[in-house]
């Protein structure tokens, strides 16, 4: 898997701003019941990490692509 990180744009954090977090559902809430798709990184449909990858983005915010590297840059 590739990441999904456009040139010059901010890296997620290891914490998301307290005040960030609610538009981060909201915009997560939009897309409940969007279809599965293996691979999806978009409304037309979302696997997992291309669902949680696309809605930060959204915010502000770039995180790898893939669950695994999705994990590995998350705090314990």
């Given at each position: 898997m590739t990441m999904c990180t456009p040139p010059n744009s901010r890296t997620v954090s290891r914490t998301v701003p307290a005040g960030k977090r609610g538009e981060i559902i909201r915009t997560a809430e939009k897309f409940i019941?969007?279809?599965y798709r293996y691979g999806g990184s978009d409304p037309r449909g979302f696997d997992?990490?291309?669902f949680t990858s696309y809605v930060f983005r959204q915010n502000g915010f770039v995180i790898p692509r893939g669950a695994g590297a999705q994990f590995e840059?998350?705090?314990r």
């Amino acid at each position: 898997m590739t990441m999904c990180t456009p040139p010059n744009s901010r890296t997620v954090s290891r914490t998301v701003p307290a005040g960030k977090r609610g538009e981060i559902i909201r915009t997560a809430e939009k897309f409940i019941g969007t279809r599965y798709r293996y691979g999806g990184s978009d409304p037309r449909g979302f696997d997992c990490s291309g669902f949680t990858s696309y809605v930060f983005r959204q915010n502000g915010f770039v995180i790898p692509r893939g669950a695994g590297a999705q994990f590995e840059s998350g705090k314990r």
